[in-house]
């Protein structure tokens, strides 16, 4: 059972748009910045968002990234078929000292 | 370009031990807090262990603390994780990962991984 809820799977047709949500707790997510990943099938997951609505160098506006209190959310416009993969919110956990991440929700687009 | 290597993943036994290391390029070491990520096969990213860039602070999972101990040499740009009293739950990929800054998280570069199987 992960500290941070996400749904287990979103779907969307190519050219729509996605959100994933991320919900926690006034110890992590409350009071913490989020960070966003993308695994791709066998690879290492990837930085998308970090800072709750910052995006890295190299990715595209298509994502980005909210709070509000202790939910995150995840949005993705555009979508394209190499979109397809695994998605993880990750934040400090105030209370257990630790990292913590969700579930994961994998993107399907249809 | 930052790269990360880890290496020294491989079968072994319960109550077994072993070593992974993380060689790092790309980047000035000793001035980023790195960590170890875990993933079991078919599951999510578990948060295992990070230590600060000079070494001096480490902090652990509950469910490792006590067993695994992380370390870096900064001479030698490379980041450790010993595992002792390994147990079947502790079958996963292990990534290693830098942090953005000075913070234990978030992590903008990743490793391919290495795979550690704890089986009889």
């Known amino acids: 059972q992960s500290v941070l809820t996400q749904p287990p799977s979103v779907s969307a047709a190519p050219g729509q748009k996605v959100t994933i949500s991320c919900s926690g707790s006034s110890s992590n997510i409350g009071n913490n910045y989020v960070s966003w990943y993308q695994q791709l099938p066998g690879t290492a997951p990837k930085l998308l968002i970090y800072?709750?609505?910052k995006r890295p160098s190299g990715i595209p506006d298509r994502f980005s990234g909210s709070k509000s209190g202790t939910s995150a959310t995840l949005g993705i416009t555009g979508l394209q078929t190499g979109d397809e993969a695994d998605y993880y919110c990750g934040t400090w956990d105030s209370s257990l000292n630790a990292v913590v991440f969700g579930g994961g929700t994998k993107l399907t687009v249809l | 370009e930052v790269q990360l290597l880890e290496s020294g993943g491989g079968l072994v036994q319960p109550g077994g031990s072993l070593r992974l290391s993380c060689a790092a390029s790309g980047f000035t070491f000793s001035s980023y807090v790195m960590t170890w990520v875990r993933q079991a096969p078919g599951k999510g990213l578990e948060w295992v262990s990070a230590i600060s860039g000079s070494g001096d602070s480490t902090y652990y999972a509950d469910s490792v603390k006590g067993r695994f101990t992380i370390s870096r040499d900064n001479s030698k740009n490379t980041l450790y994780l010993q595992m002792n009293s390994l147990r079947a739950e502790d079958t996963a990929v292990y990534y290693c990962?830098?942090?953005?800054?000075?913070?234990?998280?978030?992590?903008?570069?990743w490793g391919q991984g290495t795979l550690v199987t704890v089986s009889s």
């Open positions: 990962a830098k942090s953005i800054s000075k913070v234990i998280q978030p992590f903008d570069y």
């Open positions: 800072d709750n609505n």
